[in-house]
């Protein structure tokens, strides 16, 4: 592919579905090298679909370069990693985007874990969202959209400043002021 971000090299979070994977194929028609980062090897839920090895198949079969990176965002180590991972395999980060968010009950059970999921702690069924979202999984929000942002910003910055040019794009919905039950 070739484009007006040609040798630039993006990270964009929560690009197995939805509005990251639009962005990672929108930035790799353009030329940029992709790390697809999300959490979705594997459909987990029909509500959810897409996967992150989907989208850097997309990507390929239509000419670009991308890489697909697992990695969970309310893991402090993943968040280094996964830039140390994307910086190996395709350069420098010029681009960032976060969009990944968190809706409630929206994470895939763990290896081994039983597909069916208890109600989160505090959650009151039937209720106003704002009354109804747990202490909890509110407080996820915030370290997936800010404080994970923030530290993925700090890791990719010197890319930035070292090259002379960069973007980074922050994107939230709704969702982060009245976080709900998904799809």
């Known amino acids: 592919m070739i484009g007006r971000l040609d040798g630039r090299a993006a990270i964009v979070t929560g690009a197995s579905r939805g509005l990251g994977r639009a962005i990672a194929l929108a930035l790799a028609a353009e030329g940029a090298a992709v790390a697809v980062v999300g959490r979705t090897e594997q459909v987990w839920d029909q509500r959810l679909p897409g996967t992150i090895g989907e989208t850097v198949a997309d990507i390929e079969a239509a000419g670009g370069r991308a890489v697909a990176v697992r990695a969970d965002l309310l893991e402090g180590g993943d968040i280094a990693r996964l830039v140390d991972e994307a910086r190996e395999a395709l350069g420098p980060i010029t681009i960032l985007v976060n969009d ?11 290896a081994g874990a039983s597909a069916k999921r208890k109600p989160e702690a505090g959650a009151k069924p039937g209720w106003p969202p704002l ?35 960069g973007s980074i794009i922050n994107v939230t919905s709704i969702a982060s002021r009245l976080p709900g039950d998904g799809p």
């Open 100 to 110: 990944a968010a968190f809706t409630a009950p929206g994470r895939p059970p763990r």
């Open 131 to 165: 009354l109804g979202t747990p202490l909890a999984a509110y407080r996820r929000h915030f370290e997936i959209s800010v404080f994970a942002a923030y530290e993925l910003i700090q890791l990719v910055c010197p890319d930035m400043i070292e090259a002379g040019y």
